[in-house]
């Protein structure tokens, strides 16, 4: 019979992403950071490649990303008010953690796989960040997925990608619970 660890069960069953623009100071202190950090770093790889990274991104650098998404916004042609959106992510932000999907040539390791590994790490920081006590969230966005601004801003080789920016921060106020999925509509359950 397995050991139940109910607390972490609860807090599973309860967790809550911060909205990022409800996050302020105070902020994780880099050791708290590396505690973050090493808790989602224990994220499945197969094959131990560590097919990801992070950048953490601290105030003068989320505010120099702001800079920045104007101009990409304009050339990529968005809607002005998804280039505020866009722009304001980063500006109002005071500390963000990128993830950065790396993934390593492999014969035996597919590269969905290891991309797949970089999305977990994501949720990994950000649920370790919600147990420690921070209010925490996972944003992507347009200028995510835009080459020049991965490559300008962050610095980003051809091969990388970014998985999501976590956001940490001290929560204002809790928000109200969300509708969830309902779980017989997206579940089959096979017997043989």
Known sequence: MPKPNPTALEFLMTRRSRPAKTLTT???????????????ARTPDHGKLEPWRFIVLQKGALARLAQLIPARGEA???????IIKARDQYANADLA???????????KIPQIEQVYSA???CLALLNAALAAGWGANWLSGWASHDRDFIRDGL???PHENIAGFIHLGTEQSAPPER??????????????
């Open 97 to 107: 953690i990128a993830v950065v999907s790396s993934p390593k040539p492999s014969e």
């Open 76 to 82: 990529l042609q968005i809607d002005p008010d998804k």
């Open 155 to 157: 610095g980003l080789a």
């Open 26 to 40: 105070p902020v994780p202190d880099r050791a708290m950071i590396e505690t973050l950090l090493t808790a989602a």
């Open 179 to 192: 509708p969830r999925p309902d779980l017989a509509a997206i579940t089959t359950w096979v017997d043989a």
């Open 119 to 121: 999305g977990a790490v």
